[in-house]
Structures are given as structure tokens and as C-alpha cells.
């Protein structure tokens, strides 16, 4: 599974044919455990059409037991209601879904390992697409891929996401589901002409 999770993060490396490019614009390396992540000023970045953010990232949880992996809980300008979302989750022998309506945040599960459970070495990995950030005709929606192959519950799971907001984006808040994303957890945003 760490192969394919890799090969889909390389292959948004560069631009995937078309008039499409992705220019880095930020990147966050914890250097110590921190409740979230958020990116602001995105209005700046109004020459893209889309945003991107890849990372990796690892929780601090410290216990062994469950839960084994924990997901993003993601939110937009500081606002925390009119969320919804689906997911697709395969783990190998089984796939599953769910949805939420009426959420405070965009619940993004990819297969985080916690720090109590698995060796030191184990990240998850997740690419997430903001869909047309600064239109302010549309409500804003995201897709997010995301996974790992830890040792206990790998999974390769997909997300849609929907703000049923028309407000052009300006932040966006990246908060760990379980506890707290651990230092070197990295994320990097990019620009999608």
C-alpha cells in the first residue's frame, strides 16, 4: 500500500497534462506537536484556480489501543458550521462508506497512524484538493486521497467534502481528529492554474 500511496503523491508533482501546473507556495514542518495547521492569506493566491495540500503527517497519541488511526478534521475561514461529506474506505479484504450532513468540520480520514501503536517510521499520507477556492458563485467543495500502510488498519480511502458557503476562501484549518499532529508532520501548499 506505501507504494501506491507514494506513486500518488509523486504523480501530483508535477503538472498532469493540460494547461495544468502546481507551483509550491507554502509548506509547514511541525517542529513540535500541534493541535492544527492552518493556512491563511489564501486570498493572496487568487491567479489559481484550485488549491492543493500534501502531506504527510503522524499523530501524537500516545496510547497502543484504539483508536489505531486517526483523520484531518478540516474547516474554512475560521467557520464552523454547514459542513458535509462522503467517504469511500478500502482496507484490503473490505470497503465501506459513510456520510455526514450538517457538520461542523470536513472530516477527512486518511489513515494516520497514532505514535502509541505504530513504529516511529509510519506516516500517513493525504492529498487535498480545494476546488475552486475563490469563486464566489459556487459553494466550496475539496476531494482529498489519502492512506497508509500501518501495520494494524491500512486503508486507502476518498473524500468529498462540501462547504455550503459561496464566501471565497481565505484559511483553511487542518486539525487532527485524534490528538495532535506530531513534529515533522509536513504540509505543503500548492497553486493549480
Known amino acids: ?10 504523480s501530483q508533482a508535477a503538472a498532469a497534462g493540460g494547461a495544468e501546473a502546481y507551483d509550491l507556495l507554502e ?34 497519541y500516545p496510547s497502543a489501543g484504539l483508536p489505531y488511526s486517526a483523520g484531518i478534521n478540516a474547516f474554512f475561514n475560521g467557520n464552523n458550521t454547514g459542513y458535509a461529506r462522503h467517504r469511500l474506505v478500502g482496507n484490503g479484504s473490505s470497503v465501506t462508506s459513510a456520510n ?27 492529498v487535498i ?22 501495520t494494524h488498519q491500512p486503508e486507502i480511502v476518498l473524500t468529498s467534502g462540501l462547504w455550503d458557503n ?15 499532529f506530531k513534529a515533522t508532520s509536513r504540509f505543503s501548499l500548492y497553486g493549480v492554474r
Open 166 to 180: 459561496t464566501s471565497a476562501v481565505t484559511s483553511i484549518t487542518l486539525g487532527s481528529s485524534l490528538h495532535q
Open 1 to 10: 500500500m506505501s507504494l501506491i500511496l507514494l506513486g500518488i503523491l509523486n
Open 27 to 60: 509548506t509547514q514542518v511541525l517542529t513540535s506537536s500541534a493541535s492544527s495547521v492552518t493556512f491563511t492569506g489564501l486570498g493572496s493566491y487568487t491567479d489559481y484556480k484550485h488549491l492543493q495540500i500534501r502531506a504527510t503527517l503522524r499523530d501524537a
Open 129 to 150: 484538493d480545494i476546488l475552486d477556492f475563490s469563486d464566489t458563485n459556487k459553494n466550496t467543495t475539496l476531494r482529498a486521497l489519502g492512506g497508509g500502510a500501518v
Open 100 to 126: 455526514i450532513s450538517s457538520y461542523s468540520v470536513i472530516d477527512i480520514d486518511c489513515g494516520m497512524p497514532n505514535d502509541g501503536a505504530y513504529p516511529s517510521g509510519e506516516f500517513g499520507g493525504v
